[in-house]
Nanobody
Framework: QVQLVESGGGLVQAGGSLRLSCAAS???????????MGWYRQAPGNQRELVAN???????KYLDSVKGRFTISRDNAKSTVYLQMNILKPEDSAVYYC???????????WGQGTQVTVAS
């Protein structure tokens, strides 16, 4: 079993920055089984959407609306994924969830979520 613990959310003014962190813990086998890690977000009344994810090898994918503003990175030695969010906009306000996917069965693991609020 994998546990994901997020940190770094909060309230920021539009144009500001925040950095989210998500640390994975569990058995050695479960940690090494994780390939994909990423961040989803869900605003009230909206579906949960993928913001960015990154493979163990460093290949990253982004939601179009955050390209050029957000950067995902990963420290495999620390089993931690980061999301650097710059030039934040009010529409970025949401609960951000850390996600990890285990190989080979594709099992998904979720963090508890962290609130990001961008004031206009």
């Amino acid at each position: 079993q994998v546990q994901l613990v997020e940190s770094g959310g909060g309230l920021v003014q539009a144009g500001g920055s925040l950095r989210l962190s998500c640390a994975a813990s569990g058995s050695i086998f479960s940690i090494f089984s994780i390939n994909l890690m990423g961040w989803y977000r869900q605003a009230p009344g909206n579906q949960r959407e993928l913001v960015a994810n990154i493979t163990r090898g460093g290949d990253a994918k982004y939601l179009d609306s955050v390209k050029g503003r957000f950067t995902i990175s990963r420290d495999n030695a620390k089993s931690t994924v980061y999301l650097q969010m710059n030039i934040l906009k009010p529409e970025d306000s949401a609960v951000y969830y850390c996600n990890a996917v285990s190989d080979p069965d594709g099992r998904q693991h979720w963090g508890q979520g962290t609130q990001v609020t961008v004031a206009s």
